[in-house]
């Protein structure tokens, strides 16, 4: 029977059993947020004391596990005896749903791959390995991010309590390591072979290894040479098959030694680059009798392939008897080992609600997360130059095409108090201003043609395919005109002036018209219209939507949470769903009592940005007008995270999300060399932010930044078909 509470959730539909645990998707009436709740069934807590002790251990590990590519883990408690957690629901459904579609792309899978890398080995760094990575534990949000889930039937590499069985066979067969199903020793390149897998799955719609039991599934893996993708999939570049071949290599000292590293020889097959057998040997991976690549005929079988170097194949380990597999095996069958090797029969749970195909969002809406070619290392792949050819004339060549990074293909930002408009990479800088005034609150309107912003009381724009400034309207009788945010669907405009904010339909043609604090009140359809001692009486500065421009931030001037004679600049998160400016419900406020940000004595914020759904970024001010410490929130679990991304230093200013959230773009100033300081600009994942990476900045000329003092307030075009 279904329970109606767990804990102060109220549970509203189960969404899957698996052998470890039953996932219902639930709704928090604290946090007013849809939730998956993962229980573990009590006829299994009375039967085995162990899944007590799995589970607790289980919900420690996710708890630990704090990354953007992680699905986030909200509460672990227990009720009536049954120990459960909460995580994000996510309702973009699985990766099993979208290969069930159609076969994906390179490109596509390139796109998924790097966004889970960096959790993955994030994860390994921590010594802790999932175990059982697989399509259907790969979930995306609304907007098409992927996510890692089910880390809970992870196991920490080092050695378990006396308490717990070290030995347990756990996994899915059909994307099982051969040393995971043989039941040795794992490491984070057992999931790297799951990763192999996955991507074989991806490109040709099948499993490597097929059969008809999951018992001679697992054997294959320990057997079976690895099978040539391009057999599957004749029409996918010939280098695709290394990468497979090393992935999935028996011996795990053979494989990449990353997820990072396989992601960067798929995504430069994905740029038509040529890989070598020496890049691949960097990353711990091929083995090669002369150091060349397997050879690959399409369309012939592998044992029938004659090359002077070997594909990757089961190592001949002396004295191996597979009767060493099967006997363990059949005795955790027969003890009924909970979720072990035969939860391939009843698949592990996904906290993801059923979807059906055809409403699953489409492998094409996949957000780009193609990184700089700036911050290519030198384990990167470059091209192999061909020197026997002899030579041709050089075609003509396209024009290239707009490189899309993070979602987006565009950055407007301002520079010596005019806007400039680049690609998203730096390439092609154009100045689309002269007139020298300040310029402020930019923002790209949803047609991606027209970019808005505030100078002085006026809200002028630019038009790209008029190359154009014009004016859309003015408040001339306003003491201020601070921020004016049109909503991510066109239909709505928050305009913060004169400590009053409003929220009124948003049409081009008649903002034309709107100029003073009267016409504003007179607009048909408004939504918020300040009245004194309500949360829209706020001396607001800044403002920014939810994604799906049901809730509200602002940044504004108000009593500070530490006493009430001081005042400081802080961000609320509220609901204005009601429309109403005396039901205008708070739903966060930071940092307040939250925490105390470095920098933060002089209680001034310059700036800050939301993804729209969770996390946002903002700095403080130490030095140079608004340049200072750069912190991430994530207003759910009310953690706050100091950055130093760049060589573990200050100073910040300006984080913009990228449109998918999986980049930042921010300013940079070096605190180190004073005076001497210039301001730069950086374009990096966000996973990747405290990994201690050699970010590069994104090229401009030479003293493109010439005040040091000005906060270049860039905007992110979302790119562009």
């Known amino acids: 029977m279904q329970p109606v509470k767990i804990g102060r959730y109220e549970i509203k539909s189960e969404l899957g059993r698996g052998g470890m645990a039953t996932v219902y998707r639930g709704y928090d009436p604290l946090f007013e947020r849809e939730v998956a709740v993962k229980v573990l069934p009590s006829e299994l807590l009375h039967s085995d004391p162990q899944f007590k002790l799995r589970f607790e251990r289980e919900a420690k590990i996710i708890a630990s596990l704090e990354h953007p590519s992680i699905v986030p883990v909200y509460d672990v408690g227990e009720d009536n005896g049954q120990p459960y957690f909460v995580m994000r629901y996510m309702n973009g459904g699985s990766l099993s749903e979208r290969i069930k579609a159609k076969i994906l792309t390179i490109d596509e899978a390139v796109k998924i791959l790097a966004q889970l890398a960096p959790g993955m080995d994030e994860a390994h760094t921590k010594g802790i390995i999932h175990r059982d990575l697989k399509p259907s534990n790969i979930l995306f949000d609304g907007k098409g991010v992927p996510y890692i889930s089910d880390f809970g039937i992870a196991k920490l590499s080092q050695a378990q309590s006396g308490n717990v069985t070290g030995s347990a066979i756990i996994g899915t067969p059909a994307y099982m390591a051969p040393e995971q199903a043989q039941g040795t020793g794992v490491d984070g390149r057992t999931d790297i072979y799951a990763v192999g897998i996955i991507l074989f799955e991806m490109l040709t719609g099948r499993q490597p290894y097929e059969a008809d039991t999951p018992m001679a599934v697992a054997f294959k893996h320990i057997t079976d040479p690895v099978p040539q993708i391009l057999l599957s999939n004749p029409n996918l570049p010939e280098d695709v098959e290394p990468i497979i071949q090393t992935a999935m290599a028996k011996n795990k000292d053979d494989r990449f030694a990353t997820a990072g590293d396989l992601v960067d020889s798929l995504r430069a097959v994905a740029a038509g680059q040529k890989l070598t057998a020496e890049q691949l040997t960097v990353r711990g991976a091929v083995s ?105 004339e050089t075609p003509t060549q396209a024009a290239p095409a707009v490189p899309k990074i993070g979602g987006a293909d565009k950055i407007v930002l301002v520079a010596n108090n005019e806007l400039w408009l680049m690609n998203v990479d730096g390439s092609d800088p154009k100045q689309l201003t002269t007139d020298g005034a300040t310029k402020n609150d930019l923002q790209w309107l949803p047609d991606g043609q027209t970019i808005l912003f505030l100078s002085g009381k006026t809200v002028k724009f630019y038009k790209i395919t008029t190359d154009t400034v014009d004016t859309l309207t003015t ?247």
């Not at 290519?376 to 030579?391: L, R």
């Not at 310059?606 to 410490?629: H, I, K, M, V, Y």
């Not at 959230?661 to 600009?681: H, K, M, P, W």
């Not at 930044?705 to 000005?710: A, H, Q």
Request: a negative charge.
């Open 475 to 721: 408040f001339p009788s306003a003491v201020s005109l601070d921020a004016f945010q049109v909503s991510h669907d066109g239909k709505q405009v928050m305009i913060a002036m004169s400590n009053e904010i409003f929220v009124v339909p948003f049409d081009f043609e008649t903002m034309k018209n709107i100029r003073t604090r009267g016409n504003l009140f007179g607009m048909e359809g408004a939504c918020i219209l300040p009245t004194g001692k309500t949360n829209a009486a706020l001396a607001v500065r800044e403002a920014r939507w939810s994604a799906d421009d049901k809730l509200v931030a602002w940044l504004y001037n108000g009593v500070d949470a530490a006493g009430s004679s001081i005042q400081a600049e802080q961000v609320s998160v509220f609901n204005i769903q009601d429309c109403k400016p005396e039901t205008i419900d708070l739903i966060d406020n930071f940092p307040g009592s939250r925490f105390s940000p470095v920098g933060f004595q002089t209680r001034i914020m310059p700036d800050f940005d939301w993804d729209g759904l969770t996390q946002f970024a903002f700095n403080t001010s130490r030095r140079n007008n608004g340049w200072g410490e750069f912190y991430i929130y994530n207003y759910e679990n009310h953690k706050a995270t100091l950055l130093h991304p760049i060589d573990n230093k200050c100073c910040y200013r300006d984080a913009r999300w990228s449109p998918d959230g999986t980049y930042l773009l921010f300013a940079f100033q070096d605190i180190g060399l004073g005076a001497e300081a210039v301001s730069l600009l950086y374009y990096v994942p966000v996973g990747e932010l405290n990994t201690g990476a050699n970010f590069k900045p994104i090229p401009l000329p030479e003293g493109f930044f010439k005040n040091p003092k000005e906060a270049p307030q860039p905007a992110l075009r979302p790119a562009q078909p």
């Open 288 to 392: 090669a009798g002369k150091g060349a690549l397997p050879t690959v005929v399409k369309g012939v079988p592998s044992k029938t392939v004659k090359s002077d170097a070997k594909i990757p194949d089961a190592p001949a380990k002396k004295g191996f008897n597979i009767w060493f597999v099967v006997i363990p095996v059949v005795l955790l069958g027969m003890l009924g080992g909970g979720y072990a090797l035969f939860s391939g029969i009843n698949p592990p749970v996904e906290t993801e609600a059923p979807v059906a195909t055809s409403s699953s969002a489409p492998a094409t809406d996949i957000p780009e997360v193609t990184p700089l070619a700036t911050e290519t290392t030198s384990a990167s792949v470059i091209a192999e130059t061909a020197t026997t050819a002899p030579p041709t």
